[in-house]
């Protein structure tokens, strides 16, 4: 029995529809689980891996 936490509480998993998904490009590896009470989002979560940093402006080079 996992306990998912949701917009409405801790919830048991069981009762939840859960929707995976993924995106993988030259810049990022993104990957997020959401979780679904008849129809209405009730959580989601993600993990996002930069595979590139992004470039840097002059104005914010300056504060590093």
Partial sequence: MALV?????EMDESLLE???GSVDNNNEHTTWV???LDGELVHRSAHVS???????????ASFI
């Fill in 50 to 60: 930069l595979k590139t940093s992004p470039p840097l402006s002059a104005e914010a």
């Fill in 18 to 20: 859960k929707r995976e």
């Fill in 34 to 36: 959401e979780y679904w």
């Fill in 5 to 9: 936490s949701t917009t409405k509480g």
